[in-house]
């Protein structure tokens, strides 16, 4: 998702892999206060004076903060006898609000809490001081469940929200089966899944201590890339041993090129995995090699030309 917030200046929601500039902290600040919220809530424009009294900020930080925020175009000012009265823009209510059906308010919050503040430790990660960054990312995972786990369908049984719901408007005959940690799932359930959608499952679990459900297929989205080589074998193993004869299982990762040159945006993503996880980016080749040697054959590879690939093993 892209939110184009001034000219020339836009956000990869859905992507984020480079540490925020001044332009997101801005951003991140807003929301956190909840000015998005309030200026939502009052249904009217208004001043700095009541927007610092009812968030407890001082004016004059206030005052810098909303005029940054008209600045990127997350704000409207109008300018009267009395003083500024600032509103939100359409972008800002309908991506920063935490009550929009389109809101993004959560993951800017684990932006802020986790990858910007992660990210100040890139030196320490590449000199592998990985105790340090590992309490900093589990601290913050804590507060929320942003991060998805194993996602899986079938034709008979059946992966979390807008990717399940895909794969139901596409099949009609098949049903979902959404297979995360229980805070995930409760997220899922409450925001991402309409309650009358019938055809969407949910199966609480931690994929390395729970078993896992047969099924037909298996969609791990941007899942292996959080761990390293011997837990990615050890993952895959479990799904080959529950996945049906003639079933499989697609993973959806960014690749590498072959010789590790590019794409630019998949080595910051693999930077990103460096200072918050465990795992990394790969080729093609070394997804292949993991999934061979849990079992899967007949590796097919695609190549979509944006940042996600797709890699699909047979069992």
């Known amino acids: 998702v892209y939110v184009y917030l001034s000219e020339g200046f836009s956000l990869n929601l859905g992507a984020f892999t480079r540490p925020p500039s001044s332009h997101f902290q801005v951003m991140f600040t807003a929301c956190e206060l909840g000015v998005f919220d309030l200026l939502l809530e009052s249904g009217r424009p208004l001043s700095l004076d009541v927007i610092a009294a009812r968030l407890g900020t001082s004016i004059m930080g206030m005052e810098r903060l909303l005029d940054a925020c008209v600045g990127l175009k997350l704000l409207a000012v109008e300018l009267r006898r009395e003083g500024a009265f600032y509103r939100n823009t359409e972008i800002s209510n309908i991506y920063l609000t935490k009550s929009s059906p389109k809101s993004q308010y959560h993951i800017m919050m684990y932006y802020s809490n986790t990858v910007y503040l992660c990210w100040h430790y890139l030196t320490d990660a590449v000199s592998w001081m990985h105790p340090l960054l590992t309490l900093l990312y589990s601290r913050c995972a804590e507060q929320g469940g942003f991060v998805s786990a194993l996602i899986y369908f079938s034709p008979h049984k059946g992966g979390g929200g807008a990717l399940a719901q895909e794969c139901v408007f596409l099949y009609p005959n098949c049903t979902v089966t959404i297979y995360d940690l229980p805070k995930v799932v409760q997220v899922a359930k409450e925001r991402l899944v309409p309650p009358e959608e019938r055809r969407i499952a949910f199966h609480e679990g931690d994929f390395f201590k729970d078993s896992i459900p047969e099924a037909d297929l298996y969609i791990l989205s941007k899942i292996l890339h959080d761990w390293?080589?011997?837990?990615?074998?050890?993952?895959?193993?479990?799904?080959?041993?529950?996945?049906?004869?003639?079933?499989?299982?697609?993973?959806?990762?960014?690749?590498?090129?072959?010789?590790?040159?590019?794409?630019?945006?998949?080595?910051?993503?693999?930077?990103?995995?460096?200072?918050?996880?465990?795992?990394?980016?790969?080729?093609?080749?070394?997804?292949?090699?993991?999934?061979?040697?849990?079992?899967?054959?007949?590796?097919?590879?695609?190549?979509?030309?944006?940042?996600?690939?797709?890699?699909?093993?047979?069992k």
């Open 228 to 314: 390293d080589d011997e837990k990615c074998r050890q993952l895959l193993a479990e799904v080959y041993n529950a996945c049906r004869a003639g079933g499989g299982v697609l993973l959806v990762e960014s690749l590498l090129s072959e010789d590790r040159s590019g794409p630019v945006e998949t080595q910051l993503y693999s930077l990103n995995m460096l200072v918050q996880t465990e795992g990394k980016e790969r080729t093609a080749a070394e997804y292949s090699e993991l999934l061979g040697a849990a079992g899967f054959r007949e590796v097919q590879v695609r190549r979509t030309g944006k940042l996600y690939d797709a890699v699909l093993g047979r």
